[in-house]
């Protein structure tokens, strides 16, 4: 069976917005990396930890429920429950990310990061806000907001981050990707004024029973997404504690030349493969769209992997100057990581047209102990990977692939719920 052609437009366009913007950060990078030393790569991949964990989280994971309810009524349900969750992600980053401030900024040797705390509140809730706002435009098939979205969003980011480099030498790029999500609600919120009041947090629940039929997604949904996070960030906060803001700069560096791109290419196809599944009855014509999708997301990481592999030892070196020499050993590490995750983001989505919660719960804590396991077996034991400072990077990251090998399935009858 074919991919309906509806399906290839939506994702066309949607691809294309991401493309556009990956092209605008892709070719500021080489500019910035010049301007910009790995210390400050450092402090933005700490800010991106935070906003990326807020914004998947903090919407109680309500926008994977928006696709599934047929009554435009429990929807709206479900969009007031996120949207209070939203706020009380932003209390809570408020409270834990200012008050643990000075700690943070000791514990990783980043000066500047008391500074960078103060704003993480309203880019959080920018970026949950703004995930939960594109599943809507999903759920209407309107995806042209989220196309400009993801184009426009890199565009101002970059901008930005050009502009800050002679007075936020260390600030400048964190600020940069504040401002970039900042753009990217902004333009999702356009045309929803109506429907965000009708959801508003501070009124009744449209549909309460809605919130009681998916009361599933801020319970275990929510708590496997938790693991995924965890699992997906838990290097970059226990690398950069013990190994210094040089090696957690590289690996920042490495994250934003290929697992970026990937992960945006992942998260711009999820949403239009969830659509299509819910239009596609169980067994056979489910099974065959999952495979088409697999191969094309298998394929693109196989180009991926493959380049990385044989790029030059000199390659960063060469791209953005000599304090990046030692982030190609950093990316070759990653790279099989980050091309499994990008399979697996991608894949995810269609896994909501069944629900077994528990069961992918269970898989996010195997993933999450793999982590730890590897961290702690590469700081005590560097040697068996290696030795010295990418051995024992190769230790914290080895667990994480073996694991993310296990989470790939079919889905057949009825209905499974993934979580990231």
Known sequence: MHIPERMIRRMAKLLGGSLAGQLVAFGAAFVLARIYGPEAYAHLEMFALVTGIGAVLGTGKFEQALMLPKSEKDALGLLWAGQRFVWATVFLVAVVGIGSAHWVADTWSLPSWHWIAWSL???????????????????????????????????????????????????????????????????????????????????????????????????????????????????????????????????????????????????????????????RADGAPLQRLFFQAFIGFGLVATLVGLAVFLAPDETTAWLFGAPWRGAIDVLRILAPWFVLNFISAGLGSMFHRVRKTKWIAALDAIHLLAVGLGWFLGTLHPEWFGGGRMGSASGHCVGQVRVLRAQFGCPRQGRYSASG
């Open 121 to 279: 509140p309203v880019f959080t809730g920018l970026a949950a806000h703004a995930r939960l706002l594109e599943y809507w435009h999903h759920r209407q098939s309107q995806v042209g907001h989220v196309a400009v979205a993801k184009a426009s969003g890199p565009f101002l980011s970059e901008l930005t981050k050009l502009g800050s480099a002679g007075w936020f030498p260390l600030m400048g790029l964190s600020l940069g990707s504040g401002a970039g999500i900042a753009m990217r609600w902004a333009i999702m919120r356009r045309g929803l004024n109506s429907v965000c009041q009708a959801a508003s947090p501070w009124g009744r629940s449209p549909s309460r029973a809605a919130i009681q039929v998916y009361q599933d997604y801020p319970t275990w949904v929510l708590l496997g997404s938790t693991m995924n996070r965890l699992a997906q960030w838990l290097h970059v906060l226990l690398i950069g504690a013990t190994l210094g803001p040089l090696m957690l700069g590289w690996m920042g560096m490495a994250r934003r030349m290929v697992m970026l791109p990937l992960s945006l290419l992942a998260t711009s196809a999820a949403p239009v493969l969830f659509k299509s599944a819910m239009d």
